[in-house]
């Protein structure tokens, strides 16, 4: 049976799951939410997730929920036939893998996407943005970034080859760029600058931002 994705077709966990997808060559097929309702009602939380939220990957029979939890899965179960290696089988490499996975989910993620749900979710709502928020997060990344500028320094990927930690930086990444006007966070970096520009120009990323 076919892969199925559902979500909302804009947001970074979607489309962390959706590059995974065109980086492991996977066809599937997207079942796009434009309504809260739809993820609200008690089959969706009963068979799909039960906080009411997407993304949600179902394969064939099999349901999984929570876009890093579906990129894993995607990767230890396709990444033997694909041409990419997003999680190396060695156990070394593959734990560094995990150690800058924690690194975004812990230090990377929150201030962004608290610039994101500020400037640009809020807007969307008509809702006011908290710039004592933004101004804290926007302080917040910059000391992380700064810390990644020596991390990527004489490397073009985190663990010196792209991987599945690399790829699910570049969502809100990509938000900071196109609606936003903070991307001289990158800019300023040559290694970080560098870094997000190996990551934006891959096929998979142009095909999956297409």
């Known amino acids: 049976m076919a892969i199925k994705l559902i979500g909302f077709p804009q947001p970074p966990n979607t489309l962390r799951v959706v590059l995974t997808l065109n980086e492991l060559d ?43 939890a579906i990129c894993r899965y995607l990767v230890s179960k396709y990444q033997k036939d694909a041409k990419v290696v997003l999680i190396p089988d060695d156990p070394n490499k593959a734990a560094i893998v995990e150690q800058y996975l924690s690194y975004e989910t812990s230090y990377y993620d929150p201030p962004l996407s608290k610039i994101v749900y500020q400037e640009i979710v809020n807007k969307k709502y008509g809702k006011p943005t908290d710039e004592a928020v933004v101004k804290q997060a926007l302080e917040d990344i910059e000391k992380v970034l700064d810390i990644y500028e020596k991390v990527l320094e004489g490397k073009d990927y985190l663990t010196g080859e792209y991987s599945l930690a690399d790829l699910l930086h570049i969502g809100y990444a990509q938000v900071i760029y196109t609606a936003t006007a903070h991307s001289d966070i990158f800019e300023k970096r040559p290694n970080v600058k560098r870094w997000i520009d190996n990551l934006r120009n891959r096929d998979a990323f142009k095909k999956t931002y297409a």
């Open 26 to 68: 996977l066809p599937f097929e997207f079942e796009s939410v434009t309504d809260f309702k739809t993820i609200k009602t008690e089959d969706f939380i009963a068979n799909k997730h039960p906080f009411g939220k997407v993304p949600v990957l179902c394969d064939g029979d099999f349901v999984i929920h929570e876009s890093r």
